[in-house]
């Protein structure tokens, strides 16, 4: 249930809707107050983060003064959010935009906030207030020539507004009020830079900018060729995708935001804002499966020159920018959401071994040529230089799908490495790569399988395990359906899919809701992406019906525009994890599009 009321300054995390420009994001809570912006890119430090420290962090508010109801919705099939405030005197409608530009991106960021007002009027306040960046930045509020200047770090930022009264200043923020009537527009709108000069535009040109677009979304959505059942949360998800693709490098970022808890009070923070390959592989397949070519290519293509960087090693994911991410990682004097500390800037896992990356650029290299791409010889040389590179480290143990600090010859890890030799003997029979190893690719391969069959199935659970050696289970282990590791008939996919189903499940029979692995339960929630894992492969055994019946039910655990984050309180529906999560929203165009072909070949559709 949408919720506006705040403990103790949170607001749950269902009760936000994203913003993005394909550089940076926003999160504005059901309440009309934006706790976090990370702009001009994604991974700057945030201009505001009240999501993870309310007193401090900062945030822009705008809101009726009065007690209100709230109901919100994005306008159709774009990224411009409409929050609609009744109040006893009055309807206010606010429309929230990250900007584009006429051309594309703009080259400054524009949060830009209208009002209009439906009914009455309603007295309003508002407030922008620049925090910390969970680097300790100390935000300064000054006047230059009757502009509202702010500098955040090495950044400038301006306030521009129209019909919102006279301002407050302090020296770290401004805040105003003023009574929303019937007739043209109010405007709230921030503008900020990095380091640099600082064009401050007009109400006028910021006002006509988010109609622009609103257009600019719609067009680009329109080209999604998708038209099966569970259209809605598919465009939905392909939209908070493109959202947080950064332009121009195309890289794809995990999540909006950082250190947003696996479970409230918990250790469990991290800082999703890299792209990892594992996504980038998610992406090209979700984005073919929509008929998103340029999309396909553009994340294929960053892919490859993400990972020519160390090749014929990986990375488990590189920073935004295409280059290799740090491992280093700090804890930021924040208090973290609801009291989940700590809250971490930068992620140790980049210094980790994920086998399973070999599996995932591979397999994105086959999908892409499949859907009408081709390899340059130096790619070619590439990949053929990273089959090898599998046969050497595959029998190694890793850290896993999971980024585990346990190393363990994890299942999914030794699947990932038979799905990179498998897609690399098909590249080479289309011509895409050549190499004289491709017997060495086939002996291993086969090896790899046998392997598999020998250590990690367990007899008692009639299941492939977690890893080597134990009877646990993996949620991930599901995606053995996906990948074709496992055939449609196969009856060992079959007991594992029951084996998790029931091991693994959160609740009751009915719940579609999965931990990730063995032993999860009141550590941390339920794991978006494992109950969109499910729903495929149960539609690749052929049982139709039971994903339908799950997919319906993950569907109506979306907030209510749509969103998902990392995870899934079973215990009251909350979000939980960093939000919006890409993983979830692959995941969940991965489910509906797979399920809505299967039930059409065998011609039973979707009421």
Known sequence: MLTSTRADGYLPLRSYAVLGDMRGAALVGADGAVDWLAVPVLDAPPICASLLDPAEGGSIELCPIVPFEVTRRYVDDTLVLETTFTTAEGTVRVTDALNRGAAGELPWAELARRVDVEAGEVPMRWSVRPGHGLCGIRPWCHQVDAQVRMLVGDRQASVVTEGVGPAVFGDHGIEGHFVARVGGPALLAVVATDAGPLYVPTPVEVLARIDATAETWRRWSGQITYDGAWRDIVVRSALTLKALTVAPSSAIAGAATTSLPEKVGGERNFDYRYAWIRDSSFAIDAMARLGLSEEVHSSLSWLLRAVAQ??????????????????????????????????????????????????????????????????????????????????????????????????????????????????????????????????????????????????????????????????????????????????????????????????????????????????????????????????????????????????EALVGLANDVGLYSEEIDPAGDELLGNIPQTLSHLAVIGAATALSEARAKAHQPVA
């Open 310 to 551: 160390m090749s014929p090693d990986l990375r488990v994911f590189y920073a935004l920018d295409g280059d290799v991410a740090s491992a280093d990682m700090r804890a930021a004097d924040a208090p973290g959401y609801r009291g989940s500390a700590p809250v971490h800037v930068g992620n140790a896992a980049a210094g980790q071994t994920q086998l399973g990356c070999f599996g995932d650029l591979i397999d994105a290299v086959w999908r892409y040529v499949g859907n009408g791409g081709c390899l340059d010889p130096a790619d070619g040389a590439m990949i053929a230089a990273l089959a090898d590179r599998t046969c050497d480290l595959w029998r190694s143990p890793d850290a896993g799908l999971w980024e585990l600090g346990d190393p363990q010859p994890y299942t999914i890890s030794k699947i990932g490495c038979w799905v990179a030799l498998d897609r690399a003997l098909h590249l080479a029979d289309a011509g895409q790569l050549t190499s004289l190893h491709q017997g060495r690719w086939h002996a291993e391969r086969a090896a790899i399988r046998s392997w598999i069959d020998a250590h990690c199935w367990s007899a008692t659970k009639r299941a492939y395990t977690f890893y080597a050696g134990t009877d646990d289970l993996d949620a991930a282990v599901l995606l053995a359906a996906r990948t074709g590791y496992c055939a449609g008939d196969d009856p060992r996919l079959h007991t594992t899919i029951d084996a998790i189903a029931s091991e693994l499940r959160a609740g009751g029979a009915d719940t579609p809701l999965l931990y990730r692995y063995s032993g999860q339960e009141g550590k941390e929630g339920t794991f978006t992406a494992c109950a969109c894992w499910m729903v495929e492969a149960l539609t690749h055994a052929g049982r139709l019906d039971e994903a339908t019946a799950r997919l």
